[in-house]
């Protein structure tokens, strides 16, 4: 069924292109015996009949041209450019000429006459060359046949009706704003699957879809011998492997672009037509450290929540301006010269490939002495994710930190080497985001490398943090983890996941769950929630959405999108149903309900679990606004949507029905949709953007609430001895917070926190909570810091002064936090 819907597709688009040639006006074409020189760039040479694209010879400044097809209302000049015929051999700014010439072939030549580029090799009976509104730049016939078409050769740019077949790639630049070949392409393997490779100077990778996962896993199939995909007029992609996703700006009457960038990432952009600028509606690697090759050999990217290259201790950039090259070993890396050693510990890293040592189920000693024993390994993963996984690495290649990865990459290092890399890691002040060789990944311009001492800086101090305490939890979660058949109850729970994959209910089976939704748990401005029972014996939370309505491809496709979202501090969706007007969602149940329930309760929460949920929370909005797509801002956050697992681990709920519920609502603005009074971000009252600062301002209020132990929120006034009214709790904690942070004073927490307590707290974290409260509750929503900055700082990683006005990056809501000390 969708290979027939997809074939029809297919041709109705090829049948929409050549009608689309057949009105095209002759004013636009260049005839046979014709030709344009390089020095005749104004006007421009060839226009689409609809002004959307031309092409000529097109330049970046200096003496060097292409000739190029581009959007003639980008005002990015090098954004604009989809299609090039010489990206590699760039002619001279004079004397350079393209010739249609009397044989039929469009040749361009450089000024000295030496042949850059030709259509074909052979005469042949083209009579006329012109570009068409798709933005195809073809050669016809007398009767209108296309014989070449610039679609068949795309450099790095999928446009909408131009498919991508088994003979054709998109191939990256190989840098910002230029057109030289890179290093990623997009293409069908011989498997018939979609995939995106990084073929550098050193080494070939497949890294997009998941090289772990296998094709089913991954959503694909390769049961099909078409290998063709395409995206339409709509922003919707089709696949012969069945892979698919839609544009979040989706409809009609957008120019769009499809691009692999030089950065090895695939996204599709949208043209703002009245100011020329690009904006993303879909890429295809959300966690960008994925993308492998991006900082070289022996490089590790840091996921900050922008990707970061950094060398690890022993080693040094080398080159500055370019980061292809990686990092270079400071000592002699030579088999026997580097005894004795020692490891280095690089928490929340891991190296992708080269595996010289596998061993599962191995201890961490074993781990450590095969590595000993084999001269060629640089280094070992040992992983903590419900096995205990050694992986000895013969090259270190596609490093990256994240951290949520459970495991420790351990480097290889002679002694000397590494007992000085751990001094000056102990012995530097350390501060966030900057110094060392921690630079980002961009252009030469961006890069900020001060010094060739390694300071790692973020992976260090978040790791001192919680590295040693999390990795002895799952430690002994692990082993206290075996049931009396001797299954770890951690594998079994995980074949449950695989086996019970997010999937369509029938409205039957979720009404036979739920006993006629009998036991209603709760209810909101979205729906109702049942609880319920499947046949597998899963305990689930069913909601009920209501008001709400629109086709099941549309439902379906929104739907999926929050099902593929996974993280240990999101409630996991196992699936949904959409049958007539019924839509309902059903996640995993959580038995220790909402936050609210203990937080304003008889009997309150402990301080140790107060702060677990703080950062807990903290961790999955980053998640969301940081490793997820753009629009994943969930614009309701309070107490009540923090749910608790049976050991009061956080969990946010409803994340993603701001974009579910706001399809078919008259007015698609947020303000109409989302957002619980007390809570809500000036910025739903002044009309202004809605952008992931909103979820900020509401954890703040939030955290300030576990701080304290009462509502803050409230948004009913009081009157004072004289009448007047009140100010509201929230405004004048805020205030007097502030005035002692100003004054320079330590935030004192003994007036402050919860009496309930009875001063059993931790004082430095409930300081952090208090600064960062107070930081994202600021009414200026450029002052409140991003969601992984809160997170640093409720780490004590991060010593910043967060109240300070911050710089807004631009389109991202992401406030960098300075260092201080």
């Known amino acids: 069924m969708v290979r027939s819907r997809f074939l029809v597709l297919v041709y109705t688009l090829l049948f929409l292109a050549v009608m689309a040639s057949s009105v095209s006006s002759s004013s636009d074409r260049l005839k046979r015996g014709s030709s344009l020189s390089v020095e005749d760039r104004d006007p421009l040479h060839l226009v689409s009949p609809d002004g959307t694209f031309a092409c000529g010879f097109h330049g970046l400044g200096g003496n060097a041209f292409w000739f190029s097809v581009w959007f003639v209302s980008s005002g990015d000049t090098a954004s604009a450019v989809v299609w090039t015929a010489n990206r590699d051999r760039p002619v001279n700014g004079r004397g350079s000429r393209l010739a249609f010439r009397g044989d039929g072939i469009l040749a361009l030549t450089d000024a000295d006459g030496s042949s850059v580029w030709a259509t074909n090799t052979t005469s042949t ?94 959503g694909r199939s390769n049961y099909n011998s078409s290998r063709i995909a395409v995206l339409d007029g709509s922003g919707h992609f089709l696949s012969s492997d069945q892979f698919q996703f839609n544009s979040s700006d989706r409809g009609p009457g957008i120019s769009r672009r499809l ?38 050999q ?110 420790s990459f351990y480097l290889k290092l002679p002694v000397s080497t590494a007992s000085s890399a751990i001094v000056v890691l102990r012995s530097k002040n350390t501060s966030c985001r900057n110094g060392g060789n921690l630079v980002s990944i961009g252009s030469p311009s961006m890069y900020d490398s001060v010094g060739s001492k390694t300071k790692w800086v973020y992976l260090y101090s ?9 990795a002895f939890v799952v430690l002994m979660a692990w082993l206290i983890s075996f049931k009396r ?162 050991d009061f681990e956080p969990k946010i709920s409803d994340f993603g029905l701001a974009k579910l519920l706001q399809r078919d609502r008259a007015n698609p603005e947020f303000t109409q949709i989302r957002g619980t009074k007390g809570y809500m971000a000036p910025e739903w009252a002044l009309n202004l953007p809605i952008t992931a600062k909103v979820d900020v301002y509401s954890y703040g209020v939030m955290v300030l609430e576990m701080v304290r132990g009462v509502r ?33 004073e330590e935030v004192c927490t003994e007036d402050v926190v919860d009496e309930r307590l009875q001063g059993e707290y931790e004082r430095n974290q409930a300081a952090r909570m208090i600064q960062v409260g107070v930081a994202c509750v600021e009414e200026d929503r450029h002052k409140r810091p991003s969601m992984d900055s809160a997170v640093d700082i409720l780490l004590g990683s991060c010593d910043g002064s967060i109240l300070k006005p911050q710089p807004d990056v631009a389109n991202s809501g992401i406030v960098e936090i300075p260092a201080i000390g």
């Open 125 to 218: 009976n083209a009579q006329w060359l012109e570009i068409l509104d798709s933005g195809n730049l073809v050669l016809k016939d007398p009767l209108g046949t296309i014989l070449w078409q610039s679609f068949d050769y795309p450099t790095d740019t999928l446009l909408p009706g131009q498919p991508l077949t088994k003979n054709i790639k998109l191939l990256s630049s190989l840098e910002s704003g230029g057109y030289s070949s890179g290093y990623y392409s997009f293409f069908f393997d011989s498997d018939n699957v979609l995939k995106m490779l990084y073929d550098g100077p050193d080494i070939s990778s497949l890294y997009w879809p998941d090289p772990d996962l296998t094709i089913f896993q991954n």
């Open 259 to 296: 691009t692999i960038n030089h950065d090895g990432n695939l996204r599709l952009y949208s043209l703002n037509k009245s100011t020329g600028t690009w904006s993303v509606t879909w890429l295809a690697v959300p966690q960008h450290c994925k993308v492998h090759g991006i900082c070289g």
């Open 298 to 407: 022996n490089g590790i990217c840091l996921y900050t929540p922008e990707p970061k290259c950094t060398c690890p201790p022993g080693y040094e950039i080398s080159d500055p301006d370019d980061w292809n090259k990686g990092c270079k070993p400071t000592i002699s890396m030579n088999c026997s010269k580097i005894h004795p050693v020692k490891f280095v510990q690089l928490p929340f890293t891991d190296y992708h490939g080269f595996d010289l040592i596998y061993s599962p189920n191995a201890s961490f000693n074993s781990c450590r002495q095969l590595c000993l024993d084999d001269c060629n390994c640089r280094g070992f993963t040992y992983r903590l994710n419900g096995e205990r996984t050694c992986f000895g690495k013969s090259l270190l290649f596609n490093g990256y930190n994240q951290p949520n990865f459970q495991g």
């Open 462 to 470: 978040f790791a001192t943090a919680i590295g040693t305490i999390e």
């Open 485 to 646: 058949d001797g299954l770890p109850m951690v594998l079994e729970e995980g074949y449950r996941v695989l086996s019970g994959q997010f999937r369509k209910f029938s409205y039957k089976e979720l009404k036979i769950a739920t006993q006629n939704f009998k036991d209603k748990v709760g209810s909101g401005g979205s729906g109702s929630v049942y609880k319920g029972t499947l046949p597998d014996d899963r305990v689930v939370a069913v909601k009920r959405l209501g008001n709400m309505y629109h086709g099941d491809e549309v439902f379906w496709a929104e739907v999926s999108m929050i099902g593929r979202i996974n993280h240990i501090n999101l409630v996991r969706m196992w699936g949904f149903c959409c049958e007539g007007r019924n839509r309902l969602l059903v996640y995993e149940f959580m038995e220790k309900e909402s936050l609210d329930k203990h937080l304003f309760s008889g009997n309150p929460l402990d301080w140790k679990t107060r702060f677990k949920v703080a950062l807990g929370t903290a961790k999955g909005l980053a998640y969301l606004h940081h490793e997820c797509l753009e629009w994943v801002i969930h614009c309701d956050i309070k107490p009540e949507n923090i749910l608790l697992d049976t």
């Open 712 to 744: 803050l929120s409230s948004w009913v006034r009081g009157k004072d001895e004289e009448g007047e009214d009140q100010e509201m709790e929230l405004v004048k904690f805020v205030r007097e917070m502030k005035r002692r942070m100003e004054k320079g």
